[in-house]
């Protein structure tokens, strides 16, 4: 076992050196412009383009001609509601999206409510991170024109009930774009029978290359438009311009094919090795909480908080174990994840938390140290707190009075 130990994979994951080796003839050797039509330099290069984009749309049951590539989920995020948006701009101006979405999302809808673009709506989520579809019923409006709700989250990997929600999208008319960036190579997707309108993907939470990704646009049922938000040479049926990432391309599509061809065995093992991981922390450590839903979550991801620890100091105490802690790091003041909060875990509890991503790389052994070290830190950090002390020795921790300064 090599140290240190990689347990982020939702921040990114580790390339398969099978899309590497895929990779790589399109660097030096093939490195034609897939828009050059008139020289055999071209054709090689958009051959290739058009054979990962049917891995692609396979992965996810589109057809390949739906497929838009950009530089990553992020962009496609900002593409579909943007693009949105300004297309549709005489239906309305309302969005329904979740307070638990991710970044790119949460904050392209303020940055068009702050330009006077947009009205938006935030739903709520339960106590496991889940958007209910009535909720999404009840906020549309007559100027609702899309509904953009993540299938699987970033942090506590709960899944949203995302064909519940397609269907109300299409009975109302209304577009609906999913951030399935966490989802897509990791479970099912089916465009079709998610009624999903528009969807945000990226190559490197597959173990593909970093900066690529796509944008699903509809073509039929409806035949969805959105406004180019990069002017330019009208690449990619003139969604949007630019030149495209050839090897970048071609390695995405070779992580799709290895998605597809090896989900259901990767599945298994992930949930083997999380439910492990998951089961040995809460044994053998008292007051410890899943953040997430128990079951409907994704396979890899496990959000545990650990009472009277900071996770900050826990991460610290682990440097061998590459992990993220429940407290974003802002400029001036380290905030607890707003993803925690609206499940309504309390301030404490969500700077205690830890998030475990495995991956398709992880190990049985790599578990087991890190259920040792996380023992091992979390006893030793509570040892030394002493609020752990009074709530042991039966002090009720809310009726104390502090001692002002
Ligand atoms: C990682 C992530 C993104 C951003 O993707 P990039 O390709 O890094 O821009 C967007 N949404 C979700 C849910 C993510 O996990």
Redesign the pocket.
């Given at each position: 076992m090599k140290l240190p130990i990689f347990l982020d994979n939702?921040?990114?994951t580790p390339m398969d050196p099978r899309v590497l080796e895929t990779m790589l003839p399109y660097f030096v050797e093939k490195f034609g412009n897939a828009a050059s039509r008139n020289h055999a330099f071209g054709w090689a290069a958009e051959e290739a383009v058009e054979s990962a984009r049917k891995q692609i749309a396979k992965l996810i049951k589109a057809d390949p001609k739906e497929i838009v590539f950009t530089?990553?989920?992020?962009?496609?995020?900002n593409l579909a509601i943007k693009g949105v948006l300004e297309m549709y701009r005489e239906k309305g101006d309302h969005i329904i999206t979740s307070s638990t979405?991710?970044?790119?999302?949460l904050d392209t809808v303020k940055s068009l409510e702050g330009k006077g673009k947009a009205t938006a709506t935030y739903l709520p989520v339960d106590k496991f991170g889940m958007v209910s579809p009535e909720d999404v019923r009840n906020a549309i409006t007559e100027k609702t024109i899309l509904i953009s709700i993540?299938?699987?989250?970033?942090e506590i990997g709960t899944i949203n009930p995302v064909k519940e929600i397609g269907k109300i999208a299409k009975e109302k008319g209304i577009l609906f774009h999913c951030?399935?960036?966490?989802g897509v190579g990791k479970i099912p997707v089916d465009v079709q029978e998610m009624g999903i309108d528009l969807m945000?993907?990226?190559?490197?939470?597959i173990y593909g290359p970093?900066?690529?990704?796509a944008l699903y646009v509809r073509k039929k049922n409806p035949r969805v438009r959105i406004a180019s938000q990069m002017d330019g040479g009208g690449h990619e049926r003139g969604m949007r311009s630019g030149t495209l990432p050839v090897p970048l391309i071609v390695g995405f599509g070779k992580a799709c094919e290895l998605c597809e061809q090896e989900m259901v065995k990767d599945t298994a093992r992930l949930i083997a090795m999380r439910d492990r991981l998951e089961a040995s922390i809460m044994k053998a450590l008292e007051e410890s909480y899943l953040n997430g839903h128990p079951t409907t979550r994704l396979p890899g991801n496990l959000n545990i908080s650990f009472a009277y620890v900071e996770g900050e100091s826990l991460l610290m105490g682990m440097k061998d174990i590459a992990l993220s802690s429940g407290s974003a790091c802002t400029s001036a003041t380290l905030e607890p994840s707003y993803v925690l909060r609206a499940l309504g875990v309390g301030t404490d509890l969500a700077h205690s938390s830890i998030r475990f991503g495995l991956g398709r790389f992880n190990t049985n052994d790599e578990i087991d140290y890190t259920v040792k070290k996380v023992v091992e830190v979390v006893t030793r950090l509570r040892e030394m707190s002493p609020l752990y002390e009074m709530a042991k020795e039966g002090v009720d921790l809310k009726s104390v009075q502090w001692a002002a300064h």
């Open positions: 939702h921040s990114t530089s990553g989920a992020t962009e496609s995020d979405e991710h970044r790119a999302v993540m299938l699987a989250n970033n951030d399935a960036t966490q945000s993907f990226s190559a490197h939470k970093k900066g690529v990704g």
